[in-house]
């Protein structure tokens, strides 16, 4: 014989995360979106303490062509990096003068990573970058 109790709970609210998800509402309020010449990349989300910063990519993906691009990251992790207690450490550890117009980079996974933040999934199509500069 089963519980009622079982029969009321919402199995999706109850369920266990193991990575980050977006909220339904975000804006970005940290960061700011730098426009750039980089062989890579001609957006980042530069994160300037002073006159240092650093650049944060994130992957995408086209479907229809199977495409991958750097761009900037999501607002909603825009703030969650700044606000994060260990991102302050990392950006000062890693945060340079631009040369030639363009900041030291890391990818959004790198930066996670080092501030021990639960990691977004993992797709398929994403390059990975091991612990080296970018």
């Not at 002073?50 to 995408?60: E, F, L, M, Y």
């Not at 990096?81 to 550890?93: M, Q, T």
């Amino acid at each position: 014989m089963s519980s009622p109790l079982f029969f009321c709970l919402d199995k999706e609210k109850f369920k266990m995360r193991y990575h980050v998800s977006p909220p339904q509402l975000s804006k970005q309020a940290f960061g700011e979106i730098y426009i750039c010449d980089h062989p890579a990349y001609n957006r980042c989300t530069l994160y300037k303490c002073g006159k240092r910063g650093i650049a944060v990519i994130q992957q995408r993906y086209v479907k229809s062509t199977k495409h991958t691009y750097w761009t900037e990251i999501d607002d909603w992790i825009t703030n969650a990096l700044w606000l994060c207690p260990k991102f302050h450490a990392y950006l000062r550890e890693h945060a340079k003068e631009p040369v030639s117009g363009l900041y030291p980079t890391s990818t959004v996974r790198q930066v996670m990573w080092a501030c021990r933040m639960k990691p977004m999934a993992r797709e398929v199509w994403e390059t990975v970058f091991d612990k080296k500069d970018f």
